[in-house]
């Protein structure tokens, strides 16, 4: 019985043995024969290891093909080279160069993106940062240590300037080291953007702002090329590049700062922003009475100071401010004196259905066209509109209210700086752009006529050739045009004939011109507006945005002297020396030296033939009551100066 039990135990172990190495024999298969080249290629892996290189971000170009931001490598050096994973620090690139001789693994580096201009282009080119949750969710290549675009030009054109990432494969032994590359793909670069912009004229611009909310557009109104696209105040884009660990916590300050910053410093004023336009928009009006045959360039009104509508009365700013009255008025005189009385009659006879059409027409409620992220429409009110969102019916004094830009009307400064462009491009409209087009041809393309007659926009022309001489409205500008018509004087006495002695006194005016014509040879065309907006306070006052809008040719003219100046061939100094500003602080740069700098450009480039130059300046808490000719029309001036080389402080 015991031997029956032993010889079953023996059994029962025979068995399991025989199972066991059964087992053992099909794993051996498994591992070695089914899955054995697999088992290969993880050992392969194991002894691998990739290291990925970052591809250099593309660049944007300005309008003279320069970069407006620089890719930097920063250099590092591993404490432990042959290990995956060192501590680092940070090494200057004359060091890691010589490092690299002796040892190659011993040096590493990340890109470093700068900013030209970290200030006046802000906004426009945006920022760049890594990636969050995110956008890891909206783009499956992206990787956790990847750069993206933030804002402006750095988000519309991402895709583009990224580039496509390189890597190295070390051999590695069995302790983790690093041993040999044994396979290198380079990082190809981003593809580069060039734009329309003048950075130097940007700078100005956002110097002559100083600390104003608001906004500067600068174009070439025949083609809708933007120059200058600036919000104020703005944000230090720099402040996202990395920095020494020394430098760390102070960035972070200063960035934190800026976020918080209630003026709201990443807010683009310039696309974004949604304002009324004031007496800016009696430009439309205007063009929509003469287009639709309301009214003539011989129609008179008689301004009395007000007129009344529904027991309201509806006052002239003339009247409001200073108790007078303009008299028996035309059209070219109303916009010379932005008479409100003579557009609340022009608004009433055209309609208000005419109006929306013709705002629409200049690009009012519709987007410009801009490559750049987050504009506006803003709003160009109806019947229909004021019954749906207000539920009321629309009355003569809303259409008063729309005929000189107040109301419900919201545009941006962007769609304004279009609209203004118009008179001085021969009523033609052009969609905006800041990437520069293959050629000139591809630029006429995007513009088109409004269908205004000859006649309609000189008359226009005219009222805003007024506007900014003695008796009009924007005062800073009345002795640059009472320069330029004694200018224009001799000019034509030089161009008149010698033998012909009876030559018309009238012939030698500047008059005899075509408003066209004079604009085209330096004389300023504008309009000012101010801006009512909010609630009324106790004194029955209502906080005002200012505007300023000019078209202004013949700079090329102006400045032809400075350029003569320039030497034909680049000094080596002044290179240095445009380079060396590329990377400093811009609050730093002296505008007399960026000027030099910049005609070395224009001498090349040339400057457009017809310049528009928009100003917005917001009301704030310590002015509330912001006035066209008095706030925003000083910045345009500023900048005037700074084109033809006005003294300009550094």
């Known amino acids: ?51 990925d290189i970052p591809a250099e971000r593309g660049v944007f170009l300005d309008r003279f093909g320069d970069p ?34 002796s040892d190659p693994f011993s040096i590493g580096w990340t890109l470093e993106r700068k900013y030209v201009r970290p200030f006046s282009l802000a906004h426009l080119l945006g920022y760049i940062s ?14 956790m240590t990847d750069l993206v675009g933030r804002m402006g030009l750095e988000q519309r054109y991402d895709n583009l300037l990224r580039g496509t990432d390189g890597y190295q494969e070390f051999e590695i032994n069995s302790v983790g080291e690093k041993q040999t590359v044994e396979f290198s793909q380079p990082p190809k670069v981003g593809q580069p953007v060039k734009t329309t912009i003048d950075p130097y004229l940007s700078s100005a611009a956002w110097r002559a702002m100083g600390d104003k909310k608001g906004a500067v557009v600068i174009l070439d109104a025949q083609t809708g090329a933007v120059l200058t696209l600036l919000s104020s105040p703005s944000f230090n884009s720099n402040l996202f590049a990395s920095t020494s660990i020394l430098e760390e916590q102070e960035r972070q300050t200063a960035l934190q700062q800026a976020l918080t910053d209630e003026r709201q410093l990443f807010f683009n004023r310039a696309m974004s922003g949604q304002y009324a336009p004031g007496s800016m928009f009696k430009l439309v009006t205007a063009s929509a009475g003469l287009d639709s045959g309301a009214f003539d360039l011989n129609t008179l009104v008689d301004d009395q100071g007000f007129i009344e509508a529904g027991g309201t009365q509806f006052a002239n700013w003339y009247y409001t401010q200073y108790g007078r009255v303009e008299g028996v008025i035309s059209l ?35 987007s410009t066209g801009i490559e750049v992220p987050g504009e506006a429409v ?64 591809a630029a006429a393309a995007r513009c088109g006529s409004l269908g205004l ?6 008359a226009i022309q005219e009222g805003m050739i007024g506007a900014c001489s003695a008796g009009g409205t924007a005062f800073p500008l009345f ?29 030698l005016s500047p008059i005899s011109l075509s408003p066209a014509e004079r604009i085209r040879r330096g004389m300023a065309a504008c309009k ?41 061939t680049e000094d080596a100094e002044v290179v240095e020396a445009t380079t060396s500003a590329m990377v400093t602080d811009e609050t730093a740069l002296d505008l007399n030296q960026e000027r030099q700098r910049w005609l070395r450009k224009v001498k090349a480039a040339d400057l457009p033939e017809t310049l528009t130059i928009l100003v917005l300046v917001e009301s704030d808490d310590e002015q509330p009551f912001r006035e066209g000719s008095a706030d925003a029309a000083p910045v345009a001036r500023a900048i005037l100066d700074w084109l033809v080389g006005r003294p300009t402080p550094p």
Not at 33 to 39: I, T
Not at 130 to 143: A, F, G, T, Y
């Open 453 to 458: 007659t000859e006649q309609a926009v000189a």
């Open 479 to 507: 002795d640059w045009n009472s320069a330029r018509q004694g200018q224009l004087e001799n000019q034509l006495r030089d161009e008149s004939s010698p033998q012909s002695a009876d030559v018309s006194p009238v012939s």
């Open 130 to 143: 890594v990636v969050n949750n995110d956008d890891l969710s909206e783009d499956s290549s992206l990787k």
């Open 1 to 51: 019985m015991a031997n029956d039990k032993r010889q079953t135990f023996i059994n029962f172990l025979k068995i399991t043995a025989l199972l066991s190495l059964g087992l053992l024999l099909v794993r051996v298969v498994d591992l070695q024969v089914v899955r054995g080249q697999l088992f290969r290629l993880i050992s392969e892996e194991n002894r691998q290891f990739r290291l």
């Open 68 to 101: 407006l931001v620089i890719n930097t490598r920063q250099y590092y050096r591993y404490t432990e080279p042959l290990k995956l994973f060192s501590v680092t620090t940070p090494v200057s690139q004359e060091e890691a160069l010589s490092a690299q001789v």
């Open 332 to 366: 070219v005189r109303a916009i010379t004196r932005s008479n409100d009385t003579f557009f609340y009659k022009a608004a009433e006879w055209t309609g208000v259905e005419a109006l929306v059409q013709k705002a629409h027409e200049f690009g009012f409620g519709e």
């Open 378 to 441: 803003g709003l160009v009110p109806n019947p229909e509109w004021k019954e749906k969102t207000l539920g009321e019916r629309w009355f003569l004094g809303n259409t008063y209210h729309l005929g000189i830009g107040q109301g419900d009307l919201l545009v941006t400064p962007v769609q304004l700086a279009r609209m203004v462009s118009v008179f001085g491009n021969e009523g033609a409209i052009c969609e905006l752009s800041v990437v520069a087009p293959e050629n000139r041809a």
């Open 528 to 568: 000012t507006g101010t801006a009512e907006f909010g609630s009324e306070d106790a004194q029955g006052r209502r906080r005002t945005h200012a505007w300023f809008g000019m078209v202004i040719g013949g700079i090329n003219d102006l400045i032809q002297a400075d350029l003569a100046a320039i030497a034909k």
